[in-house]
Structure formats: structure tokens, C-alpha cells
């Protein structure tokens, strides 16, 4: 990157600061929040029924932000299982007209080609799932990438960044609608349990959190976690 020329009458605390680039900035993962809707808690067992993720990126003082969405309706995939209590909580109608669903392999490629532009534009080497509890988000991916036996899968297979643990430490809050307004960010109680709903907000406050964390150590090289 070409930084642009500082004025002669410029002080040099006037000068941009330079900062990490996505690529060393968490050991060439670029960090994605995923959310995801569905019809029970086992991933193996209970339908995928919607997914969300938002690619994080920088703005120009090196501070992260939610980057450009993207997110599909789900049809529950053959031989697995709806909890009615689940949809109860989602308030999800899998029969709803306008639902526009898609089969569970079509709704992958559409996330995961999205993930796989932001990490070459970045010029990191793989997705990182960020989520609140994330390894249920995780898990519930890795069961449809098993189901469909997808080969193309941006996301490191276990390792993730957790909103829980991070909003525990930063905010003493776990549950995610509480992180968020003690994070000073607004919360529509609403609008909750929507995939996209959920992704936005807690990609805000991870960004909230990380951005307000003290550099401590310089970037690390590019090892695998």
C-alpha cells in the first residue's frame, strides 16, 4: 500500500499511522461472524435453518468494522430433525411463501464464496468463525459441510473467537442481548434470533472489544493456531 505524502507544513504527529494489515493482524485468519438459526441444539441431528456472516475489515485508522453481509434462509436438509420448541424461539416459518429458501448446498456456496472473496482480499490464508457461542455456529457448519460433502470450506475446522468469553472479560455479560448494551451499543429485543440480526450485533460488539484492546505484542508471524 502507497501511503499518501504528508504536507512540508505538516507536524509529524499530523501523519497517518501506519497499521497492521488484515493479513498479520490475527495470524493470517481473517476473522468472519457467523450466526445461525436452527431447528434443535445436536448438529448432527437437527436442521440448519438459516446463516448469516459478515467478513470483518479495517477502516482507514486500522480500526476493525463489520464488513458487507451476507445471509440465506435454509431448507431443512433430508433425514435431519425440527425441534417445534426451537422454532418457538426463532419464530422461523420453514412454510412461509416469501421464506425463498435455499437447499442446504446452494446456501453454502452463497456464504462461503462471499467469506472466500474477503479472505483473498485481504490476502489471508483461511476464515475464522467469530461468534457468541460460537463452536454451536461452528458445529451446525461443519455438520452441513459433512452433509454435503462440500470441498471448499473457508473456516479453520475448531478454532474460533468466542463473544462470550470476550464479553465476560470486557464486560462481566455473557448472555449476548446484555454484552451488547453494556458494550453502549443498542439492542432491539425484537429483531432477536434472526440470523442477520444476531451476526450484525455481535460483530459490532467484537469489534467494539477488540478495538478498545491495548496492543501488547507485535503481530504475530503466520503459524497456525
Same mark, same amino acid.
Given at each position: 500500500?502507497?501511503?499518501? *505524502?504528508?504536507?512540508?507544513?505538516?507536524?509529524?504527529?499530523? %501523519?497517518?499511522?501506519?497499521?497492521?494489515?488484515?493479513?498479520?493482524?490475527?495470524?493470517?485468519?481473517?476473522?468472519?461472524?457467523?450466526?445461525?438459526?436452527?431447528?434443535?441444539? =445436536?448438529?448432527?441431528?437437527?436442521?440448519?435453518?438459516?446463516? %448469516?456472516?459478515?467478513?470483518?475489515? @479495517?477502516?482507514?485508522?486500522?480500526?476493525? &468494522?463489520?464488513? %458487507?453481509?451476507?445471509?440465506?434462509?435454509? =431448507?431443512?436438509?433430508?433425514?435431519?430433525?425440527?425441534?417445534?420448541?426451537? @422454532? =418457538?424461539?426463532?419464530?422461523?416459518?420453514?412454510?412461509?411463501?416469501?421464506?425463498?429458501?435455499?437447499?442446504?448446498?446452494? *446456501?453454502?456456496?452463497?456464504?462461503?464464496?462471499?467469506?472466500? +472473496?474477503?479472505?483473498?482480499?485481504?490476502? $489471508?490464508?483461511?476464515?475464522?468463525? &467469530?461468534?457468541?457461542?460460537?463452536?454451536?455456529? !461452528?458445529?451446525? +457448519?461443519?455438520?452441513?459441510? *459433512?452433509?454435503?460433502?462440500?470441498?471448499?470450506?473457508?473456516?479453520?475446522?475448531?478454532? +474460533?473467537?468466542?463473544? +462470550?468469553? !470476550?464479553?465476560? &472479560?470486557?464486560?462481566?455479560?455473557?448472555?449476548?442481548?446484555?454484552?451488547?448494551?453494556?458494550?453502549?451499543?443498542?439492542?432491539?429485543?425484537?429483531? %432477536?434470533?434472526?440470523?442477520?440480526?444476531?451476526?450484525?450485533?455481535?460483530?459490532?460488539?467484537? $469489534?467494539?472489544?477488540?478495538?478498545?484492546?491495548?496492543?501488547?505484542?507485535?503481530?504475530?508471524?503466520?503459524?497456525?493456531?
Amino acid at each position: 500500500m502507497i501511503e499518501a *505524502a504528508v504536507p512540508a507544513d505538516a507536524s509529524v504527529s499530523d %501523519a497517518p499511522l501506519p497499521h497492521t494489515p488484515m493479513s498479520r493482524r490475527f495470524r493470517g485468519f481473517l476473522p468472519v461472524v457467523v450466526d445461525v438459526e436452527t431447528g434443535g441444539f =445436536e448438529a448432527r441431528r437437527h436442521a440448519l435453518l438459516e446463516i %448469516a456472516a459478515i467478513p470483518l475489515d @479495517l477502516d482507514e485508522d486500522g480500526r476493525l &468494522v463489520p464488513g %458487507a453481509s451476507v445471509h440465506a434462509h435454509v =431448507e431443512p436438509a433430508e433425514g435431519t430433525q425440527i425441534d417445534p420448541q426451537s @422454532l =418457538e424461539v426463532t419464530g422461523i416459518d420453514i412454510h412461509h411463501p416469501f421464506r425463498f429458501a435455499k437447499p442446504e448446498r446452494d *446456501a453454502l456456496d452463497h456464504i462461503f464464496n462471499h467469506v472466500r +472473496v474477503a479472505v483473498r482480499r485481504h490476502n $489471508c490464508q483461511r476464515a475464522i468463525l &467469530v461468534g457468541h457461542n460460537a463452536h454451536f455456529d !461452528l458445529g451446525f +457448519v461443519n455438520a452441513a459441510v *459433512a452433509r454435503t460433502q462440500h470441498k471448499r470450506n473457508p473456516f479453520h475446522p475448531f478454532s +474460533v473467537f468466542d463473544t +462470550v468469553t !470476550l464479553a465476560g &472479560v470486557a464486560f462481566g455479560q455473557t448472555v449476548l442481548a446484555r454484552a451488547v448494551q453494556a458494550a453502549g451499543l443498542d439492542w432491539d429485543q425484537s429483531q %432477536a434470533h434472526s440470523a442477520l440480526y444476531d451476526t450484525t450485533l455481535t460483530a459490532q460488539l467484537f $469489534c467494539r472489544i477488540a478495538n478498545a484492546w491495548p496492543p501488547m505484542a507485535a503481530p504475530a508471524g503466520d503459524a497456525t493456531p
